[in-house]
């Protein structure tokens, strides 16, 4: 339900009412799979192999900072490069990729395809010796083949897929962030691992639908929706909330303040400007306390 509504909003609140493609594009169909393969084998790895927890500790300006590196930490940070190397190696096989001279244009590109990886991996050690791990490593698998296509469909301006390949990229952009908040809050971890995690997630989702939306990188609008976030992750540390309702709290915030950036940005106003995020406010709030 929360994944139709934000496409409904990029569709209609956003102010653009998109065309239907007469086709799909699809990146090389050998790597897509040889990529995505190789990632979701890695988090597999996680099952069979098993490795003994090292515990790091050391001092910064007095604070004590005490962690565990365990295999699993390490198979996610892999895996994130992997999702951004593999996001590069399908965009060398696009068409009119050798008409851009300076390969670090597709950074941009990496940015959701490594929230999915990150994200896959945190919801799969959460859900660890469960039935419910291989239900997210299913979903996982079919949400990163949709991402990677998703992301090739977008690189070259003005595509005969690109309006819906956009609307879909900031739609699960933030279905992405919503998993990766339920999963981080029911980990019931740390407020010190907890902040920088969903802070940089947030950071990423905003600055790439601030992109999408507006062709152009607001770094600064980012960071200040990233503080924002970070802000508000410690009331909830504090709350009896469940981790449901302090995610679709917290995505309907991070999406309601990228919408004011952008109303911002295009000089919107009057209920142009206010429409967007507070009914995704209301449809977050309202699913919060429905189905939570």
């Known amino acids: 339900m929360l994944l139709l509504g934000v496409i409904l909003f990029q569709y209609f609140a956003g102010g653009k009412i998109i065309d239907m493609p007469t086709k799909t594009a699809l990146p090389d169909l050998e790597r897509l799979s040889i990529v995505t393969a190789i990632i979701m084998l890695a988090f597999a790895l ?4 098993s490795y003994p927890a090292q515990n790091i500790s050391f001092s910064v300006f007095g604070i004590l900072i005490d962690f565990v590196l365990d295999f699993n ?12 190397a593999g996001m590069d190696w399908l965009i060398q096989s696009h068409p009119e990729a ?6 670090w244009e597709t950074i941009r590109h990496w940015i959701v395809p490594v929230l999915t990886a990150l994200v896959i991996g945190v919801a799969l050690i959460a859900f660890a010796g469960s039935l419910l791990w291989w239900v997210v490593y299913i979903l996982g698998s079919l949400l990163l083949f949709a991402v990677f296509i998703g992301e090739y469909n977008v690189f ?27 999963a981080i809050f029911s980990a019931n971890i740390r407020l010190y691992i907890r902040l920088p995690l969903l802070g940089i997630g947030a950071l990423m989702v905003t600055s790439r639908t601030l992109f999408l939306r507006l062709g152009e990188w607001h770094t600064l609008w980012g960071l200040v929706i990233s503080l924002v976030v970070s802000e508000v992750l410690i009331g ?8 449901i309702r302090q995610g679709l709290l917290l995505v309907g915030m ?5 919408s004011m950036v952008t ?4 000089s919107r106003r009057s209920w142009a400007f206010w429409g967007e995020p507070v009914a995704m406010l209301l449809l977050t709030l309202i699913v919060s306390i429905v189905w939570a």
């Not at 909830?236 to 981790?243: C, K």
């Not at 991070?254 to 990228?258: D, E, G, I, P, R």
């Open 46 to 49: 996680t099952q069979l192999i």
């Open 73 to 84: 930490i390490l198979v996610i940070a892999f895996s994130v490069l992997l999702a951004a």
């Open 98 to 103: 050798q008409l851009f001279d300076n390969r």
């Open 156 to 182: 070259v301006a003005g595509s005969a897929v690109n309006p819906l390949a956009i609307v879909g990229l900031n739609a699960l952009s933030f279905v992405l962030f919503l998993l990766l908040s339920i």
């Open 236 to 243: 909830f540390h504090y709350l009896p909330l469940n981790p």
């Open 254 to 258: 991070v999406y309601a303040l990228t």
């Open 263 to 266: 109303g911002i940005k295009e």
